[in-house]
């Protein structure tokens, strides 16, 4: 695989928020961020399709907020087709992490996943996806 080399130019503002984008997620450079971005960009797209896959989402929530455990239950039950298992494990007595086993089309994965993860009050959320045909 060649490295080649290229200019980027930027506006000042979105240069700024790279430069904390590197920051906040532990980047040793600006470079190795705008990798990270784009190869994330490019394996989201590929899910853009119809292809069986499995996987898991990964919420963590805070357990005394009632009505984030409703919605949660709410939404999984209109994509039951798709979910194989979901588990909640007890972090500590604030923090529940929610672990929903699934397999199905890869788009309508990633919408249950986006709805699951913008639910209002979810502090953490992640899919996490392999084809499985």
């Not at 080649?4 to 980047?27: A, C, I, P, W």
């Not at 989402?57 to 979910?83: A, G, H, L, P």
């Not at 298992?85 to 089309?105: D, P, W």
Request: hydrophobic letters at 40%; one cysteine or more.
């Amino acid at each position: 695989m060649a490295l080649k080399r290229f200019g980027v130019s930027l506006e000042d503002n979105l240069l700024e928020s790279l430069d904390n984008y590197v920051q906040d997620n532990g980047f040793s450079n600006r470079s190795q961020a705008i990798r990270f971005l784009v190869e994330k960009n490019v394996a989201e797209q590929k899910w853009q399709c119809n292809h069986i896959v499995a996987g898991t989402i990964i919420i963590m929530y805070d357990q005394k907020k009632k009505e984030i455990i409703s919605r949660i239950t709410d939404i999984q039950q209109r994509y039951q087709d798709v979910i194989l298992s979901s588990s909640q494990y007890y972090i500590n007595q604030n923090f529940c992490l929610h672990i929903a086993t699934v397999m199905g089309e890869a788009l309508r994965l990633t919408e249950l996943s986006d709805r699951l993860t913008t639910i209002r009050g979810i502090k953490h959320g992640k899919l996490v996806m392999s084809r499985a045909d």
